[in-house]
């Protein structure tokens, strides 16, 4: 993660009409917005398959061919805001105690390096907070690779276009909100997945792309419902509880065939939550704070350029920062007129002056602060350090092998039930997969597991076939729980 304090004097060009784009695989969803008086006026629209794969194939090629999508379109709008695939995106939980700015910084850093799984020096990160009892904050970090950033950013520049934003669709088409307003599941019917996002206090608390959730079939789409409706549960279950008792709906958007399908599905799934469904077919009258067109459908292309139009901020930026001042100066100046170079020189020659001063009163200013702490520090990670070192040593429960033994045991020894896929969530929550040569047997098995010490909350899930048939049920383990009976 970079610090958020830079120099930049260039105050930032009003923009009053603008590209969106959505890429969603190889779909390109597009369509130019003005701005005036109040209200927003669509110019164009259009829709694009890319045969060119944006992170595998040469950048200049994929903005040859959005370009010649564009001039088929007829949009010469080169301004743009770009919604990044879902897919891209890494994320990250933590919980963060009141703490100063500069502190809280620094903590972050550091859960950065823990919960991303690889060098946050090659992600661009960006995170959202919403607050917990006691002055706690909920922090979603998010990364998207940057090689990946810097492709779409080569991309953009080949098709002739000036990137505002980076952001993702969820983020546009259900916005985080004031902190004061209900929060909320969202679905987004993809190309190839369906992203999941929940707000909630004013920030965005998961981001999930459902891989799996569609497939292809017979040249037509299937929508895994089962799948994204126990994910769905899933993800709810993760999050503290003050946040999962503020999400009051589930909101779906994409066609409205496949979506009527998943609303039902969640609806029957999601019934104890108590959670009412909602297909959107239309923006709500003031969903932007000014007027739009009364045709306008809801789309992640319409919401991208809309939301930067009337300036309500993403929760999640990707978009790298401008050069600084001296790369700008640098890149104006460098015409080769001697009449300029001297006032570029000395202009820069004062600022490199001014910003070392500056710079060194901020080291001077550090540095007091670390000697004040360097103590306490020291002590604590000692102390970190013998935690990290000794935790292994004292965990004795082995519990992903105490949860594969109990379901072993109660599998019958003559094969008429047998598992094909086994899935343990945060090494409680279980879900099995397979076939049974009957009802009987697998009812005999699902009586035998529920008397094993730790297990509880069976549930058959799902059924399919007679003899013989495949099944899905799940259960919780807990070590030192009772059993269920």
Known sequence: ??????????????????????????????????????????????????????????????????????????????????????????????????????????????????????????LQIAHSTSPLAGG????????????????????????????????????????????????????????????????????????????????EEGGRRELQADFVARETRITLGQLPPELRATVKRIRIFGPRDLARQLADELELKLEPMGLPVEVVAAFAPNEFGVQIPAEAAPSAAFSLA????????????????????????????????????????????????????FQQFQLWHLRSQWNRMATQVGELEKVQDQIRQYRPWYDRSFKNLSILRELSLAFPEDGSVTAKNIQIHDGSAVTCSGTARDYAALLAMQAKLRSAPGVSKVNLEQVRGKAPMQFVFGFTFNPGGGSEH
């Not at 890494?90 to 991303?116: K, N, Y």
């Not at 600084?324 to 020189?345: D, I, P």
């Open 136 to 215: 706690k904050k909920f922090v979603l970090l998010a990364g998207i690779h940057n090689p990946h950033v810097t492709a779409l950013e080569s991309i953009l520049t080949a098709a002739k276009l000036k990137p505002a934003s980076f952001t993702l669709r969820l983020t546009a088409m259900v916005p985080a909100g004031d902190g004061k307003a209900d929060g909320v599941v969202a679905l987004a019917l993809g190309e190839t997945h369906v992203g999941l996002q929940i707000t909630s206090g004013g920030g965005v608390v998961a981001l999930r792309a459902l891989e799996g959730a569609l497939t």
């Open 306 to 357: 809309a939301r930067y139009l009337v300036t309500q901020k993403s929760a999640l930026e990707f978009l790298p920062p401008k050069p600084n001042l001296l790369e700008q100066l640098a890149a104006k100046y460098a015409s080769g007129r001697w009449r300029t170079v001297g006032l570029a020189s000395a202009a820069a020659g004062l600022l490199v002056i001014g910003t070392f001063g």
């Open 1 to 122: 993660m970079k610090p958020d304090f830079k120099l930049n004097f260039r105050k930032r060009k009003k923009i009053s009409t603008l590209l969106g784009l959505n890429l969603d695989g190889s779909r390109l969803e597009g369509v130019v917005l003005h701005r005036t008086n109040g209200s927003l006026a669509v110019q164009q629209t259009f829709t694009a398959q890319l045969t060119l794969d944006p992170l595998t194939a040469a950048p200049e090629l994929v903005g040859r061919e959005i370009r010649n999508q564009l001039d088929a379109a007829g949009v010469r709008e080169r301004d743009c805001i770009v919604g990044v695939p879902l897919k891209w995106v890494l994320t990250a939980q933590t919980e963060m105690p009141p703490l100063a700015e500069a502190d809280a910084a620094s903590l972050l850093q550091l859960e950065a390096e823990r919960g991303f799984h690889t060098d946050v020096a090659q």
